[in-house]
């Protein structure tokens, strides 16, 4: 039995593109449906939603593995909508999370056998059959 992935839809005009993708796990009930969405103002940025649907209450997790540039140059900040993430290049906002955030010791691996220390921005949700993460990414 294997996984199944399957591109949903796609759309774009003037202001965005959006792609929207899902994922099924033949071991698990819940659905992994991403929606990327590239908005084109005078500076771009992206929105990541991330909706988990299932029938029974699952602990969900979102993840994401920085680069290791990051290690001792994030800073988090409280915004009305949620927490701001400053990394070298980017600014990331987990948008009304469902759950804390916290930042936990990770790795990233360049070439085989070699491993650097990364911070991974983690968000943790209570079990629960649906929750939906959103991250907004701004470059500079």
Do not use: K, M, N
Not at 13 to 38: G, K, N, W
Not at 85 to 110: H, N
Not at 124 to 135: D, G, K, M, Q
Request: proline letters at 11%.
């Amino acid at each position: 039995r294997q996984p199944v992935a399957r591109l949903v839809s796609r759309s774009d005009d003037e202001q965005r593109d959006e792609i929207v993708a899902e994922a099924r796990s033949p071991y698990h009930d819940a659905v992994h449906r991403r929606t990327l969405t590239l908005f084109r103002d005078d500076q771009p940025w992206w929105r990541i939603t991330d909706a988990l649907d299932g029938d029974q209450p699952h602990q969900y997790e979102l993840r994401w593995h920085l680069d290791p540039a990051a290690h001792d140059a994030l800073t988090i900040s409280e915004s009305d909508e949620g927490p701001i993430i400053e990394i070298p290049g980017a600014r990331l906002r987990i948008v009304d999370p469902p759950g804390p955030v916290r930042v936990e010791q990770g790795w990233v691996s360049a070439r085989y056998g070699i491993r650097s220390p990364a911070p991974v921005i983690v968000v943790s949700v209570a079990p629960t059959p649906r929750a939906t993460f959103v991250t907004e990414v701004i470059p500079w």
